[in-house]
Nanobody, 125 residues
Framework: QLQFVESGGRLVQPGGSLRLSCAAS????????LAWFRQASGKEREWVAC????????EYADSVKGRFTITRDNANNVAYLQMNRLEAGDTARYFC??????????????????WGQGTQVTVSS
């Protein structure tokens, strides 16, 4: 059964850092692009970053570019989102996702078929 399990979210102060993990099972992560999205309370789901199969050309939303880094460990079927210089606006539930058949990145949530349950990140003093 295809599954994602996100972890690493917690309460952190502004300016702090977190690393989120996305553990995949039921398929070989290395054959698909992997994206992170986030959804703040009362807002639509927002694309954050995506990493293609090789990991050589990650893509980022403008709001996180220069602060967040997406990586993947295909050998262990895990992807990560390193988040630095966190801001209150980063508070959201973070999800990893995969498209059904297509391996390329997309910044649209409707293109993604498989989602994890998410992990909550709260940035507050």
């Amino acid at each position: 059964q295809l599954q994602f399990v996100e972890s690493g979210g917690r309460l952190v102060q502004p300016g702090g850092s977190l690393r989120l993990s996305c553990a995949a099972s039921g398929f070989t992560l290395g054959t698909y692009a992997l994206a992170w999205f986030r959804q703040a309370s009362g807002k639509e789901r927002e694309w954050v970053a995506c990493i293609e199969i090789t990991g050589n050309s990650p893509e980022y939303a403008d709001s996180v570019k220069g602060r967040f880094t997406i990586t993947r460990d295909n050998a262990n079927n895990v992807a990560y989102l390193q988040m630095n210089r966190l801001e209150a606006g980063d508070t959201a539930r973070y999800f990893c996702a995969r498209r059904r058949y297509v391996s390329a990145c997309s910044n649209s949530s409707i293109d993604y078929r498989y989602w994890g349950q998410g992990t909550q990140v709260t940035v507050s003093s």
